[in-house]
């Protein structure tokens, strides 16, 4: 099966930097995805890594370590509209040629003044 | 702009009734579209794999029979709630893979069952 996890809430300054951990279990591992939703709309796309390390785009990057099963996504400069849930999803191959996305309950990042 | 679009965006309906969701790429073709259902302070839980063509693959514990998919083409997937309950009112959402490394997601459907 797959096993997701990530913190429930985190709370964060304006201007600064927070890092939102992920860690997983899954068979079939076929990379792992950030998404950014915000209440009553539907997830975007942020980041995606396959590989290990880090990639950065504009404001936010994600790590992976697949050795680890763990990722995280940092968000710097905060503002006011980074205040959103953030979902941890993890690709897996679940067989007949097709992948599926299971995903983390999400972290609700709190920015404040 | 958006690449995956779904209609209508919010529906009222009675108990009783069934709901017809439509999901469609814009800008490519699917072959496969996943259906997720997300309740209030929750997570998306996939409820299914849409493939055009053939019947779509269920998750565990979603009555197939009361979620009726149809992929009828490459661009198009509907989910029809049938005989609808207010413990069926939820967000729906439908996505796709446009390349292997993204996956777009649709607006969403929230369904309100009185």
């Known amino acids: ?55 950065e785009k504009g404001r936010f990057s994600s790590f992976l370590s697949r050795s680890k099963g763990y990722s995280y996504l940092l968000l710097k400069e905060l503002q006011m509209k980074d205040s959103a849930s953030y979902l941890c999803a993890v690709r897996f191959y679940s067989g007949a040629g097709s992948y599926q996305l299971t995903f983390g309950k999400g972290t609700k990042l709190s920015v404040i003044p | 702009g958006a690449v995956v679009s779904q209609h209508p965006s919010w529906v009222i309906c009675k108990s009783g009734t069934s709901v017809k969701i439509e999901c469609r790429s814009l800008d490519f073709q699917a072959t496969t579209m996943f259906w997720y259902r997300q309740f209030p302070k929750q997570s998306l839980m996939l409820m299914a794999t849409s493939n055009e063509g053939s019947k779509a693959t269920y998750e565990q514990g979603v009555e197939k029979d009361k979620f009726l998919i149809n992929h009828a083409s490459l661009t198009l997937s509907t989910l029809t709630v049938t005989s609808a309950h207010p413990e069926d009112s939820s967000f729906y959402i439908c996505s796709a893979f446009r390349d292997p490394y993204e996956q777009y997601f649709g607006p969403g459907t929230r369904l309100t069952v009185t």
């Not at chain 1, 939102?20 to 796309?45: D, K, M, R, V």
């Open chain 1, 1 to 55: 099966g797959q096993n997701i996890d990530q913190p429930t809430e985190m709370t964060a300054t304006e201007g600064a930097i927070v890092q939102i951990n992920c860690t997983y279990q899954t068979s079939g591992f076929n990379g792992l995805f950030w998404y950014q939703q915000h209440a009553g709309e539907a997830p975007t796309f942020l980041s995606y890594n396959v590989l290990d390390g880090l990639e």
